[in-house]
């Protein structure tokens, strides 16, 4: 079956000076967890080929780095942060998937670790346990702290369910910031690294995941009910650029918006179900 894709809508880019978020009550996580009713679901995320793939196009996508210069006609090269890891059977890694709507006195509890966010002069990195990529997943009310290492100065923008931002020195090395409304939070730079993107996921319950060097995911313990299935697939085409007009330098890229997919279904009890999605995304494969 082939899944046709929504792309969601761009976030603004505008500089905001940080809004105070209203604090919603958090639910009680985990009061009723059954685990003897509880379900898995699992599977693979692959992308598809077109009907009609153009010879001049590449299989799998090449995504060209980032050229940064270093001044004094010098460069060098910066992977797309949002480029695709992609396997030889068209498998994705990295893809996130969620499970949403789910009651969170039902759920099992928080399992996933402390989130911190470190900038520097290559990107953002988000720290997560084992894992140090591009993304995290951040309970709603938990705190995340942004830190910048060494003698730099570096900032950071957050945009999407929560609107702030930073700069950090030496002498203010790290800010914590709590998150008190679920949604995607879009991370990128305010010192002048416009390659920049991260995502942050703030959820109520922690069945979220991303596909892993296998390219399967699995999301356990899940309590029977409906809910929606969610795949998210960042975006690495860049859609516009902004040049500052004294200097003549790129100061800012917008990525063209995200893959995203959403599916409602039904969690049975006690059933392992297994799902291959195919993602039909139709700026997949660059030219």
């Not at 809508?9 to 604090?23: F, K, M, V």
């Not at 997943?137 to 705190?143: P, Y």
């Not at 931002?165 to 090395?173: A, H, R, V, Y």
């Amino acid at each position: 079956m082939l899944i046709v894709v929504v792309a969601a809508g761009c976030e603004p880019s505008t500089i905001a000076l940080p809004l105070a978020a209203t604090p919603d009550p958090l639910p009680p996580l985990g009061t009723h967890f059954d685990r003897a009713e509880s379900a898995k679901y699992s599977g693979r995320i692959h992308w598809c080929i077109p009907d009609h793939f153009p010879a001049h196009w590449t299989y799998p996508p090449n995504i060209p780095p980032v050229r940064r210069s270093l001044g004094n006609n010098r460069h060098d090269e910066i992977p797309n942060p949002n480029a695709l890891t992609r396997e030889p059977d068209r498998g994705i890694v990295g893809a996130v998937v969620a499970l949403r709507g789910i009651d969170p006195a039902k759920s099992k509890p928080w399992h996933h670790p402390p989130v911190e966010v470190e900038l520097t002069d290559r990107g953002i990195i988000v720290h997560q346990g084992d894992h140090h990529g591009r993304d995290g997943f951040v309970r709603r009310g938990d705190t995340v702290v942004f830190r910048v290492s060494g003698e730099q100065t570096l900032g950071f923008r957050a945009r999407g369910a929560e609107c702030f931002g930073s700069i950090l020195t030496p002498k203010q090395s790290q800010v914590t910031h709590r998150f008190n409304k679920p949604g995607r939070v879009s991370l990128t730079s305010a010192s002048g690294q416009y390659w920049s993107s991260a995502d942050l996921f703030i959820c109520d319950t922690p069945y979220i995941t991303r596909t892993g060097a296998d390219e399967e995911y699995v999301l356990s313990d899940i309590p029977p009910g409906p809910c929606e299935y969610a795949v998210y697939i960042p975006n690495w085409n860049v859609e516009s650029c902004e040049i500052d007009p004294e200097t003549g330098v790129l100061v800012r890229q917008q990525y063209a918006a995200p893959f995203e997919y959403v599916d409602p279904i039904v969690i049975k009890a006690r059933v392992h179900t297994g799902r291959d999605h195919t993602m039909n995304m139709p700026l997949l494969v660059i030219p």
